[in-house]
């Protein structure tokens, strides 16, 4: 189960992460997103990283399709 818990940790960290950079690159080569737009990916991060934890809770582990 602490495997499981430390993947999912990586895992929310990584797509934390690639979601910034996406937002950070559009931002230095001209295409700024609006604050609203920004907050709705966020929004849609949140709730990938809650059906995530639901999934662990529920199923007693944490695996990504195709990461069995």
């Given at each position: ?38 907050k709705i ?28």
């Amino acid at each position: 189960m602490i495997e499981a818990i430390i993947s999912l940790l990586i895992y929310v960290c990584v797509l934390a992460l690639v979601i910034y950079v996406v937002i950070w690159i559009l931002g230095q080569i001209g295409i700024a997103l609006p604050p609203q737009v920004i907050k709705i990916l966020w929004i849609i991060v949140t709730l990938i990283v809650l059906l995530m934890l639901v999934h662990l809770v529920l199923a007693g582990g944490f695996a990504l399709p195709g990461f069995h």
